[in-house]
Structures are given as structure tokens and as C-alpha cells.
């Protein structure tokens, strides 16, 4: 509980001001009850060298420990914090077996799974089997964030969030179950930048921020402004976007810190399809809408191409340094769309294909939908991409 209310608390008032008024708060009550038990005097009773274990322990096994913490919830989220926390009792059983020759019983067994089980309460096990899935995908999540340092871009297009069957191009409002469920998945991915697609209202992006922690911003498509869509981002800042020409969908991107101290800019793109232009004039547009963007060399340009590998496009990301993410990992056989084609893409700047530590596509049967009428929570798949930092 003190995870999930600290949370809120240190976006309003900062990581280091939390750390500081719980640190200064437990010391005051520590104080108040050495004063009601113990004559003050006896506090100076003690060899010399206790009151520098004192302050060491003081520094580095309270006042440190405590602003990391406020940190790290502030970075991760209280979801996310709180089953990366849940893996402690593991390594910690782990390494005690493993150094000290120490050998577990029953009861540190239920300890472990005590631990365990409330990593995925926290995670979100209430609420159905949605929910349940989502839950350990956190917790698996959270796992492989303890491990490695990495930045990972998810890309998503999300259909308005009408869910499958929807028919035309000209959406109502989004479907609150379908919202909730796409929210769940994007959550257990666990994106630091979230690309997508087809989000035609700001009031779903807002929904999202909240639930995923994360900074965002939901533009209208330029010409066809039903075809709009949205970023997020965990750390950075928006990208101006002038170029020429006008995108007729949506182009949009994000600076993300990197270890270097350049920022990693990662864009979001919507590009034209075949069914308003026609095959050949959609293909002309798509790479003209391309062309002010890959002469900046972005390290990652992410999003729904509307063209499948082999055709014109590959040829022209490929003459400007730019690997596809699915051939890169091995696993160009991948669809994105709800058993259909590879439109939707992750492209990579060749500066950085060292960096590209995994990739990975959601499969079709975990975008099932629970919600009345509907099979699938959207007609494409999320697809993402680590880079190591």
C-alpha cells in the first residue's frame, strides 16, 4: 500500500523532497521514542567506535537507500517498482544458498511465495483473466528491467480503439473495455517511448498517461485528421515537427536521454495507404513523407508504413542507413496485423544496431478481447524493440 500511495505523492511534490520527509519523519519518531524509553544520557554511554558504525549505517543503509527508492518509483512507476521488488526474496534465497550453504525450507518456501503473490496483486492480478495475464507479464517485465539496462520502443497501431470487427474509417468514440484491455498490454510491455497509431481523441491518450505513468501527446491527422495518433514517453521531450511536406496522416517524435548525453529521437510515423491514393501514388507519397526525415538520421523511426517488405521502401531506408528490426533479430516472418501482412515496422539507424538487444511482437492470441461484440482489441499487433543504453 505505502508503494502504491507513494506513487502519487513524489509526481507532486519530487523524488528527493518524498525522500527527505520520510527519512526526517522516521528519524523524529525514532528520537521521540529513545526519549520515552531511555534516559537521554545513556544515548552517549556507547565505545566510540559504534557511533561510526552509526553514521555509516545512517548514510548508506537509510538516508541513501530511501532517496533511491523515491527515485526509482518515480522512474518505474509503483506497478513496475513493486514486482521488481518481489523478485528481492528470490535472489536473496538464491544467494544465501548459493554463498552461505544455507538450505531452504518449508518455511522460507511460503515466505517466497508470499512475496511472489503479492508482486502480482500489486501488479494488477484483480479483474479478471485479462488482468491475470497482465499481471505476470509485469512480473516478467520487471525481471528483465532488473537485469539490463535498456530503452524499449513499443509501436502499436491501435485501430481508434473500436476493437475488431469494425468496419470504416470513420470511428465513434473509443470503447472504454477496449481502452482498459490495450492499456493492460501496453503496460506489461513496459514501453520507455510508446508510438501509436489510429488515436483519434486526446481523452484516450490522457487515459494512458495515468495508467502507464508516462508524458504524452495525441496530434489529429494533417489531411485525413480521423488518422491521428499519439506518443509517450517515459523521460525526454516532444519534437518539433515543420517539415515539408505535410504528412497526411501523422509524424511525430520524441528526445529521449541517452548515456552519451546526445538523446536517443525516436519518431512515430502513419504513412499513406492504397486505399485513398491508389497503389502507385501512395507509394510515391510514402517516401516523399520519409525523405525530410531520414536525411536527420533519427536512431529510431517506428509506426504503420502500409507497405510490405520487398517493395520500394525497404530500398530507400535501406540507402539511408536504416535496418528493419525484424530482420535484424532473425524474425522476418512476423506479421503485424491480426493474421494478415508485415506493414506496421521498427527501423533502425545503422549507428545503432549494436545496441539492438531484443525484439518482439505480441502474439494475436493475446490481443483476444473480452469486450461485448468484439474478438480482437485491435486488427494489428504491438511490436517494440531494446536498445541497450
Known amino acids: 500500500m505505502f508503494i502504491l500511495i507513494s506513487g502519487e505523492t513524489i509526481k507532486r511534490v519530487g523524488a528527493f523532497l518524498f525522500g527527505g520527509l520520510a527519512v ?48 526509482g518509483l518515480k522512474r518505474a512507476g509503483p506497478q513496475r517498482f513493486a514486482v521488481m521488488g518481489a523478485l528481492g526474496p528470490v ?63 513499443v509501436t502499436h497501431n491501435a485501430f481508434w480503439f473500436q476493437g475488431k470487427p469494425y468496419e470504416g474509417d470513420q470511428p465513434g468514440p473509443p470503447d ?20 501509436l497509431q489510429e488515436v483519434h481523441e486526446r481523452s484516450v491518450v490522457d487515459q494512458l498517461c495515468a495508467v502507464l505513468e508516462m508524458e504524452g501527446q495525441q496530434a489529429d491527422g494533417a489531411i485525413l485528421t480521423q488518422y491521428g495518433g499519439a506518443i509517450l514517453w517515459r523521460e525526454g521531450r516532444l519534437c518539433a515537427d515543420n517539415r515539408r511536406p505535410t504528412p497526411q496522416r501523422i509524424r511525430m517524435g ?3 536521454p541517452s548515456s552519451d548525453g546526445k538523446g536517443d529521437t525516436i519518431w512515430n510515423v502513419h504513412l499513406p495507404s492504397s486505399r485513398q491514393l491508389g497503389r502507385e501514388a501512395a507509394a510515391q507519397v510514402r517516401l516523399a513523407e520519409l525523405e525530410p526525415l531520414v536525411r ?6 517506428a509506426g504503420d508504413f502500409n507497405e510490405r517488405p520487398g517493395g520500394e521502401l525497404d530500398g530507400f531506408m535501406a540507402r539511408h542507413g536504416y535496418h528493419d528490426a ?7 516472418e512476423f506479421v503485424s ?16 544496431v549494436s545496441r539492438v538487444s531484443g525484439y518482439g511482437v505480441v ?25 541497450d543504453t
Open 363 to 387: 502474439p494475436d492470441a493475446e490481443l483476444t478481447s473480452s469486450a461485448p461484440g468484439k474478438v480482437w482489441l485491435s486488427d494489428h499487433v504491438p511490436l517494440w524493440i531494446d536498445l
Open 176 to 195: 472504454p473495455g477496449i481502452v482498459s484491455e490495450l492499456a493492460n498490454v501496453y503496460r506489461a510491455l513496459a514501453p520507455d517511448v510508446l508510438c
Open 296 to 301: 536527420e538520421c533519427p536512431d529510431v523511426i
Open 326 to 332: 525484424a530482420v535484424l533479430a532473425g524474425a522476418p
Open 254 to 256: 520524441v528526445t529521449v
Open 91 to 153: 535472489a536473496t534465497l538464491f544467494l544465501a544458498w548459493a554463498f552461505l550453504g544455507e538450505r531452504p525450507g518449508l518455511l522460507q518456501g511460503l515466505g517466497l511465495m508470499l512475496a511472489l503473490a503479492g508482486g502480482v496483486a500489486i501488479a494488477g492480478w484483480s479483474g479478471g483473466t485479462t488482468r491475470k495475464r497482465t499481471a505476470i507479464l509485469n512480473l516478467l517485465s520487471a525481471a528483465s528491467c532488473a537485469t539490463e539496462s535498456r530503452m524499449r520502443v
Open 24 to 71: 526526517g519523519i522516521s528519524c523524529i519518531l525514532i528520537v521521540a521514542h529513545i526519549g520515552l524509553v531511555h534516559a537521554p544520557r545513556d544515548v552517549f554511554t556507547y565505545p566510540s567506535p559504534v557511533y561510526g558504525y552509526a553514521i555509516v549505517l545512517a548514510v548508506f543503509g537509510t538516508v541513501a537507500p530511501a532517496l533511491l527508492m523515491s527515485v
Open 337 to 352: 496485423a491480426i493474421r494478415m501482412r508485415r506493414v506496421d515496422r521498427i527501423w533502425v539507424h545503422q549507428r545503432n
